[in-house]
């Protein structure tokens, strides 16, 4: 089944019928006592993964459970950079992979996920930073990613707000520019997936949180939840900031710490920031909203909580590196902050794979950079919990690389800067 299509007529009817009658995007059924596959987690990689079970592997009965509401955890808190500039082969295909879905996934999903492909820029403010970038762009180039370096005039006007000056506090010197990344909206994605899942018949369980998994002779069973036993033969955990929790249910202990990363959005201002602009050096990052706010993230604050909120100064030292680059933010007044909980992995690369109980699998450790991940990410665990093995593009991802010792420490992904 499609998800329906709307006309002009029937979107004025809905209007001025005051949303009365619009049928709703998903179904939103009770659960039912057993399913082929149960995915736990109504994130934008659960949903993903329900979406392609069933369109492209015709497993259908197909249940994706969410404590709360969809959307509600790390892909409704994200700064929505999607991007495939990756320096190691395993990264570069995995991420590519995602950046060509997202190319078609408002068309796929007969949903507008608002993909913007306004480009991702890198600055660079020495020699090193140099360096790397263009070891990083020829490693693109070479693996098929476009990649574009820029010189100090091209970065200053491509980008004519950002203090470019040789007194600048980290003068810029140039930048790697991804033409191809940018940002997409992100309820939209989470939205997006769940319609046209529901559309193939899966069924999205709201408020119901899962309180345990259980397991028989090293088999899963089924989730316990807050409405009760579902059983299915395969279980699919994408549940990002609470991963250690979930898995511990099944006995299970993670390479994972979990941390809160914050963002923040200034009052809407108008269109004044047409890309995505990272440093290293302040490790900040900054965009501008289609509704004209500057939306502007940084670092983690660095200890250990479940707490969707942060504190000051790792806000403070955010809106400094922000400044540093772009002194006109210092006329605008911040809005918004908030805060999302960032499962970090030990190699800051995410674990998507099979867990060491038969049909059950995990999505998970995005560190802090797994919203541009979310089609590939439900397209491989769709793949891995079908075929009950990994995709050869998930395949150095799988857990076993912490015994085996073949981590994917790629400098600046997850643990430290080069960014989102
Ligand atoms: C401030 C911030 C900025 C970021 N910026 C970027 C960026 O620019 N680019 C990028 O690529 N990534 C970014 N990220 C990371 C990105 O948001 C996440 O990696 C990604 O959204 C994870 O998606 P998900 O679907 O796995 O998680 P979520 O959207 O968090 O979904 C997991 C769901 O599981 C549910 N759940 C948890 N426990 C249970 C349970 N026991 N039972 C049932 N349901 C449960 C939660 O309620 C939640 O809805 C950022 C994150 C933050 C916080």
Same mark, same amino acid.
Not at 19 to 29: G, I, K, L
Not at 161 to 176: E, I, T
Not at 295 to 309: C, H, K, Q
């Given at each position: 089944?499609?998800?329906?299509?709307?006309?002009?007529?029937?979107?004025?009817?809905?209007?001025?019928?005051?949303?009365?009658?619009?049928?709703?995007?998903?179904?939103?059924?009770?659960?039912?006592?057993?399913?082929?596959?149960?995915?736990?987690?109504?994130?934008g990689h659960g949903l993903a993964t329900a979406y392609y079970l069933a369109s492209l592997h015709g497993i259908t009965r197909v249940a994706v459970v969410e404590k709360g509401w969809l959307g509600g955890g790390n892909t409704g808190r994200n700064t929505t950079i999607v991007r495939s500039n990756y320096l190691l082969d395993a990264n570069a295909h995995f991420y590519e992979h995602s950046l060509k879905l997202w190319e078609g996934l408002s068309s796929e999903l007969n949903y507008n996920v608002m993909f913007s492909q306004r480009a991702v820029l890198n600055l660079t403010h020495n020699d090193a930073q140099v360096d790397a970038a263009h070891r990083r762009g020829n490693a693109?180039?070479?693996?098929?990613?476009?990649?574009?370096?820029?010189?100090?005039?091209?970065?200053?006007?491509?980008?004519?707000?950002?203090?470019?000056?040789?007194?600048?506090?980290?003068?810029?010197?140039?930048?790697?520019?991804?033409?191809?990344?940018?940002?997409?909206?992100?309820?939209?994605?989470?939205?997006?997936?769940?319609?046209?899942?529901?559309?193939?018949?899966?069924?999205?369980?709201?408020?119901?949180?899962?309180?345990?998994?259980?397991?028989?002779?090293?088999?899963?069973?089924?989730?316990?939840?807050?409405? @009760?036993?579902?059983?299915?033969?395969?279980? @699919?955990?994408?549940?990002?900031?609470?991963?250690?929790?979930?898995?511990?249910?099944?006995?299970?202990?993670?390479?994972?710490?979990?941390?809160?990363?914050?963002?923040?959005?200034?009052?809407?201002?108008?269109?004044?920031?047409?890309?995505?602009?990272?440093?290293?050096?302040?490790?900040?990052?900054?965009?501008?909203?289609?509704?004209?706010?500057?939306?502007?993230?940084?670092?983690?604050?660095?200890?250990?909580?479940?707490?969707?909120?942060?504190?000051?100064?790792?806000?403070?030292?955010?809106?400094?590196?922000?400044?540093?680059?772009?002194?006109?933010?210092?006329?605008?007044?911040?809005?918004?902050?908030?805060?999302?909980?960032?499962?970090?992995?030990?190699?800051?690369?995410?674990?998507?794979?099979?867990?060491?109980?038969?049909?059950?699998?995990?999505?998970?450790?995005?560190?802090?950079?797994?919203?541009?991940?979310?089609?590939?990410?439900?397209?491989?665990?769709?793949?891995?919990?079908?075929?009950?093995?990994?995709?050869?593009?998930?395949?150095?991802?799988?857990?076993?690389?912490?015994?085996? @010792?073949?981590?994917?420490?790629?400098? @600046?992904?997850?643990?430290?800067?080069?960014?989102?």
């Open positions: 089944m499609k998800p329906a299509r709307y006309s002009i007529f029937s979107l004025l009817r809905n209007a001025f019928g005051y949303h009365r009658h619009w049928s709703r995007a998903w179904r939103s059924p009770e659960p039912e006592d057993r399913y082929d596959a149960v995915i736990i987690g109504g994130g693109m180039r070479l693996n098929g990613i476009d990649a574009r370096w820029l010189s100090k005039d091209e970065v200053q006007a491509m980008v004519p707000l950002l203090d470019c000056s040789p007194c600048a506090r980290f003068p810029v010197n140039g930048g790697l520019m991804q033409p191809r990344g940018g940002t997409a909206r992100h309820d939209a994605v989470a939205w997006g997936f769940a319609r046209a899942a529901s559309a193939h018949g899966v069924d999205i369980i709201q408020n119901c949180e899962v309180v345990g998994i259980r397991t028989q002779s090293g088999s899963v069973l089924g989730v316990e939840t807050t409405k @009760g036993f579902i059983a299915a033969p395969k279980v @699919g955990i994408a549940v990002a900031g609470h991963t250690s929790q979930v898995a511990a249910m099944a006995g299970i202990r993670l390479p994972i710490e979990s941390h809160v990363l914050q963002a923040m959005v200034t009052e809407p201002v108008k269109p004044v920031l047409d890309t995505v602009v990272t440093s290293g050096a302040t490790h900040v990052y900054i965009s501008q909203t289609d509704k004209g706010e500057i939306l502007i993230g940084g670092d983690l604050d660095f200890y250990n909580s479940y707490a969707r909120r942060g504190n000051l100064p790792a806000l403070e030292q955010v809106v400094q590196g922000a400044i540093t680059h772009f002194p006109f933010l210092g006329r605008l007044r911040m809005m918004r902050t908030w805060g999302g909980v960032m499962d970090m992995t030990m190699d800051g690369s995410p674990i998507i794979g099979k867990l060491p109980i038969e049909g059950l699998y995990l999505n998970g450790g995005w560190c802090y950079g797994g919203f541009k991940a979310t089609p590939g990410s439900g397209w491989c665990f769709a793949w891995t919990i079908a075929n009950d093995e990994p995709h050869p593009l998930n395949a150095p991802f799988t857990l076993e690389r912490f015994h085996r @010792g073949t981590v994917l420490d790629e400098k @600046g992904v997850g643990a430290s800067p080069w960014l989102h």
